[in-house]
């Protein structure tokens, strides 16, 4: 047998061996039979390098050193998902989504919430060509080298999978793994670790390949995008098992809500003999058709929940009040606890959100408090243990003056939270904005941290974010922790920051109210930074999901002169403050003032390029027809509800065709 038939048929051999152990749990030859067959391919792939194959099982033992993890965006957008803990909050979900199909049945689907680091792996004619952390859902990090070293990830794929696509799933440690693992580092008298998910998480990020490979991690795959053909929920999980991804079975099509509850009431009970941990159901819309009509918010999509397993809970002493200072001058109060395990980490502080909550729950230092740690990544006090309240208690008294810079404190008309007004000489808020502005979803500057932001302000380089760019090597040098390499990287990253697209300088301005889809709109909108700053409040309400709240935060900070020097300044720097060439050539405002609602299945566009067509050229997509909608661009498969509802509101029913007619002018 020629030498390269042979190194195939151990490749082989090893996939097949490895995907019945690790995926289907059904060895048929011994671990040593492995290891030998194993080692076998190494040495011969050692001395044949011309053989190289990038899905090699010998991979999976790692070796590459990834210095730097570089940041990738996401070609479809990782979203999170609405949070549910109740039968009337899915009631209440399911009558929203029959109001936007018009009262049609549906089925759901129901898995479990795995609790572990969230993956996106990327295959291309059946083989993983990367791996992408989730990151902020718009961008993370290639961590493709660590991944291939987890053996129920296929490099491979069998069957009759797509040329292209998506797959999503959550990295995890199994309990026993986890458990092992600590073992060996108590053994070696070192701190154990906290919990699976974030020693899962902080795995991915390791710099040595073969340390990620020592680790027991494994991958559950739940969701796939880019791919066409799949026609529901189910099918996409049966497809990927049948093409070699591991898969749970515990999945359950469901017909009713009640289904659905009787489901999360069972592994709500059962989760504890899983071998992995769960903190919920997810339960998607199982019709795919039925999931793009549905569509997304600006953060999550409108067809998936997930129902959360009733959150921990724990009692410890209350010690201290204090008081954070935010970005926009809002006091955040902090309750600084005796430290307490929860829900696998060690909780010490949090957060008691405003006055109204203190006063609410009659909240006092000295007190025993309860504090969960549910839905919210920051534990809260949700009771006190008034039987274990002290006889010389005093009830808390709100601070009225900031505890950083001692300006009298302002709470607004309507609103929970109090605020500092000193938003040009509260040092908090200053640091805030750079931090903010600075930040990975922003102007995403290297080398540059909160930290360093905090240092630069204190050595009084800098006052403000447009100071950024006046920053010499020179002058970061002496600083502490700063060597001329570190010093000239954050230069050089401040420097090609200056190529940061129009929405996300607008983000990074820190406008209240002013978050990365408001940015994106207002951009769309008004195409460059000159036209937004003397846009009038009737003006930004006509945009596209403006409100008032956000219409009065813009037309205020534009009318604060400061503000104003600031973005005069920025824009003398070299940042970009109007749409790209590239931006601007695919807009137009030909659909302006007009919305549309899409429904059904289209020839030539898919849905999302439908709606961005709409968006592209100045006109609205709505998820519902009402009296305000100008057309209901109608596919193949589209509900009879609306067009009943169109056709008694005398909504013109156009085709695709007519559509792009109307786009084409």
């Given at each position: 047998m020629k030498v390269e038939q042979k190194i195939a048929l151990l490749r082989q051999e090893l996939r097949?061996?490895?995907?019945?152990?690790?995926?289907?749990?059904?060895?048929?030859?011994?671990?040593?039979?492995?290891?030998?067959?194993?080692?076998?391919?190494?040495?011969?792939?050692?001395?044949?390098?011309?053989?190289?194959?990038?899905?090699?099982?010998?991979?999976r033992v790692g070796g590459e050193v990834t210095k730097n993890f570089e940041t990738i965006p996401h070609e479809h957008r990782m979203y999170s998902l609405d949070n549910s803990y109740s039968k009337e909050d899915l009631q209440d979900w399911e009558k929203r989504i029959q109001r936007i199909l018009g009262n049609v049945p549906i089925e759901f689907v129901c898995e479990l919430k795995y609790d572990g680091a969230s993956i996106s792996l990327t295959y291309e004619n059946g083989q993983l060509t990367r791996a992408v952390t989730r990151g902020d859902g718009f961008q993370g990090d290639e961590v493709t080298t660590n991944i291939k070293t987890i053996n129920s990830?296929?490099?491979?794929?069998?069957?009759?999978?797509?040329?292209?696509?998506?797959?999503?799933?959550?990295?995890?440690?199994?309990?026993?793994?986890?458990?092992?693992?600590?073992?060996?580092?108590?053994?070696?008298?070192?701190?154990?670790?906290?919990?699976?998910?974030?020693?899962?998480?902080?795995?991915?990020?390791l710099q040595d390949s073969a340390l990620v490979a020592k680790r027991p991690l494994d991958c559950l795959l739940y969701s796939i995008v880019g791919a066409k053909g799949l026609n529901t929920q189910f099918e996409v999980l049966e497809k990927a098992?049948?093409?070699?991804?591991?898969?749970?079975?515990?999945?359950?099509?469901?017909?009713?809500?009640?289904?659905?509850?009787?489901?999360?009431?069972?592994?709500?009970?059962?989760?504890?003999?899983?071998?992995?941990?769960?903190?919920?159901?997810?339960?998607?819309?199982n019709s795919v058709q039925q999931q793009e009509e549905l569509g997304y918010t600006a953060k999550s999509p409108r067809w998936a929940m997930a129902y959360k397993f009733k959150a921990e809970q724990v009692s410890t002493v209350l010690?201290?009040?204090?008081?954070?200072?935010?970005?926009?001058?809002?006091?955040?109060?902090?309750?600084?606890?005796?430290?307490?395990?929860?829900?696998?980490t060690t909780v010490k502080r949090a957060s008691l959100h405003n006055a109204d909550q203190i006063a609410k729950l009659d909240i006092r230092e000295g007190d025993t408090v309860f504090v969960e740690k549910g839905g919210e990544i920051i534990p809260k006090i949700i009771a006190v243990d008034f039987t274990k309240r002290s006889l010389n208690s005093v009830p808390t008294r709100y601070i009225t003056h900031c505890p950083e810079c001692g300006t009298a404190l302002i709470r607004n008309a309507g609103e929970a939270q109090h605020f500092c007004p000193n938003d040009t000489g509260c040092p908090p808020q200053i640091t805030g904005r750079i931090q903010h502005f600075i930040s990975r979803k922003a102007m995403d500057i290297e080398g540059l941290g909160s930290e360093t932001v905090e240092l630069l302000f204190k050595e009084g380089l800098i006052a403000n974010y447009a100071d950024l760019y006046t920053l010499r090597v020179e002058q970061i040098m002496p600083l502490e922790r700063m060597a001329e390499k570190s010093a000239e990287n954050l230069v050089k990253g401040v420097a090609a920051s200056k190529a940061i697209p129009f929405e996300r300088v607008l983000f990074a301005l820190g406008i209240r109210y002013v978050g990365e889809t408001v940015a994106k709109k207002l951009a769309k909108a008004y195409k460059n930074i000159d036209a937004l700053m003397v846009a009038t409040q009737e003006e930004f309400?006509?945009?596209?999901?403006?409100?008032?709240?956000?219409?009065?935060?813009?037309?205020?900070?534009?009318?604060?002169?400061?503000?104003?020097?600031?973005?005069?300044?920025?824009?003398?720097?070299?940042?970009?403050?109007?749409?790209?060439?590239?931006?601007?050539?695919?807009?137009?405002?030909?659909?302006?003032?007009?919305?549309?609602?899409?429904?059904?299945?289209?020839?030539?566009?898919?849905?999302?390029?439908?709606?961005?067509?709409?968006?592209?050229?100045?006109?609205?997509?709505?998820?519902?027809?009402?009296?305000?909608?100008?057309?209901?661009?109608?596919?193949?498969?589209?509900?009879?509800?609306?067009?009943?509802?169109?056709?008694?509101?005398?909504?013109?029913?156009?085709?695709?065709?007519?559509?792009?007619?109307?786009?084409e002018g």
């Open positions: 097949e061996h490895n995907y019945k152990y690790y995926v289907l749990d059904t060895p048929t030859i011994s671990d040593y039979e492995f290891d030998m067959k194993l080692k076998a391919l190494q040495e011969l792939e050692n001395v044949h390098p011309e053989f190289y194959d990038p899905t090699s099982p010998t991979l990830i296929p490099l491979q794929l069998q069957g009759d999978f797509p040329p292209k696509f998506d797959i999503r799933g959550e990295i995890i440690l199994t309990l026993e793994g986890f458990a092992r693992m600590n073992h060996e580092r108590i053994e070696n008298g070192e701190e154990p670790y906290m919990n699976p998910r974030n020693t899962a998480s902080g795995s991915l990020k098992r049948q093409w070699g991804f591991k898969v749970p079975t515990v999945a359950k099509l469901c017909t009713s809500v009640d289904e659905v509850l009787q489901f999360v009431e069972y592994w709500d009970v059962h989760r504890h003999d899983l071998p992995y941990e769960t903190d919920g159901v997810v339960i998607k819309v010690h201290q009040i204090t008081y954070q200072v935010g970005r926009t001058g809002a006091i955040t109060p902090v309750a600084n606890l005796e430290p307490v395990l929860l829900a696998g309400v006509a945009v596209d999901e403006i409100g008032e709240r956000i219409a009065d935060s813009v037309v205020q900070f534009f009318s604060n002169e400061s503000n104003r020097i600031l973005v005069e300044r920025l824009k003398g720097y070299g940042l970009q403050f109007s749409l790209s060439e590239a931006q601007l050539e695919q807009q137009s405002d030909k659909l302006k003032g007009q919305t549309f609602v899409v429904s059904g299945v289209f020839a030539s566009l898919g849905r999302n390029e439908l709606k961005k067509l709409i968006e592209d050229n100045g006109g609205k997509v709505a998820s519902s027809v009402s009296s305000k909608t100008s057309y209901l661009v109608a596919g193949e498969n589209m509900g009879p509800s609306k067009r009943t509802k169109a056709a008694g509101l005398g909504v013109p029913i156009i085709t695709e065709q007519e559509f792009l007619q109307l786009v």
